[in-house]
């Protein structure tokens, strides 16, 4: 895609601009900022002459972006920001819970298989696709070369990330043939079930089903086994656990909200903390508040913990993915404990 004009291109890119063209919504009634297209041009320019693309085709393929409005708006009101007992209602839902026993046993071989490579267990995965996209049921509306274009050159405050997850999408389109025309996702960009960027996409993707491509947007395979990929090269520990609620006076004198464990865990010990098997003498813990109605409550995050983060930098987050992930092994054991009396 975009190659140098002496080398044919890959018939996708022929058909892509006038593809775009074609089937895109409507304009919509926003319009974009007045550098729009001079922004286009000098993008365009730099990363063609990096990677040794067609400038003209890479100029006529971002020229069918169209700048959205609503992605800006809601990058302004992050679901994050909300207090953690509000942030907790959106995902620890019955239905969510009964969603993530159906996917793992409708997925379990896959799973299990995914766990024996990679260390990272069912519920785990399945607590991730439950949060990101109810299992595949959300995983959003935006072309993805409209959220990137908009938030590389309509949203200062971001517009250099963005402007680099846009060169990685580029480069993405070729590495895995997608087309821009279907390739849906989150107003931040994030794609297919695990809604990985398109950084993430290109570092952590993994071809699990075995049929030469990485497919996050239709193959359940390559979805669990790429979430599973990502925890294990962030450092995820097999067997280890992942947060322990604190009870009032069991945090240690001048605790900071650090995602990243730092505080020995001696410390805790000595304030009557129960540490979990599995637990190292030397090993960290941080403090994760979460604001509740009538105050605020307290847990012990371990390195699992920190490793969600790394999949979304909240502390509210990955505490979702936690209760959540223990809520799905609970029902699940529960419905095996019945389905054996």
Do not use: C
């Amino acid at each position: 895609m975009f190659r140098r004009t002496f080398i044919p291109l890959f018939a996708l890119v022929s058909l892509t601009v006038a593809a775009l063209a074609r089937e895109a919504p409507p304009p919509a009634p926003a319009k974009p900022p007045a550098n729009w297209s001079q922004a286009i041009e000098r993008f365009a320019t730099r990363v063609a002459a990096r990677h040794g693309w067609d400038a003209r085709e890479l100029k006529s393929l971002l020229k069918q972006a169209r700048y959205q409005k609503s992605i800006i708006d809601a990058m302004n009101r992050p679901a994050e920001g909300m207090p953690w007992y509000r942030y907790r209602k959106i995902f620890l839902q019955p239905a969510r819970i009964d969603a993530g026993v159906r996917f793992w046993r409708e997925h379990r071989r896959l799973l299990e298989q995914a766990e024996r490579k990679w260390g990272v267990p069912p519920h785990i995965v399945t607590a991730i696709l439950g949060v990101e996209t109810y299992y595949g049921r959300r995983a959003g509306g935006y072309r993805v070369i409209d959220a990137l274009a908009t938030l590389a050159f309509a949203y200062p405050k971001r517009a250099a990330f963005f402007a680099r997850e846009l060169d990685e999408f580029l480069q993405l389109l070729h590495d895995e043939g997608l087309d821009p025309r279907a390739t849906l996702g989150s107003y931040a960009g994030a794609m297919g079930m695990p809604q990985f960027i398109p950084s993430s996409y290109r570092a952590y993707a993994v071809d699990f089903d075995g049929d030469g491509r990485r497919d996050l947007l239709h193959s359940s395979a390559d979805v669990i086994g790429s979430v599973a990929n990502y925890f294990a090269r962030h450092g995820w520990r097999p067997g280890g656990p992942v947060a322990l609620k604190l009870k009032p006076g069991q945090v240690p004198a001048a605790a900071s909200d650090e995602l990243k464990p730092s505080i020995p865990l001696a410390r805790f010990s000595a304030r009557g903390v129960g540490l979990p098997p599995g637990v190292g003498p030397r090993a960290r813990g941080a403090v994760v508040a979460l604001e509740q109605p009538d105050g605020v409550e307290h847990w012990l995050g371990f390195d699992n913990f920190y490793v969600i983060t790394r999949y979304n930098h909240s502390k509210l987050y990955a505490m979702a993915v936690h209760q959540l992930s223990e809520r799905i092994r609970e029902r699940m054991h529960e419905r095996q404990d019945t389905a054996s009396d």
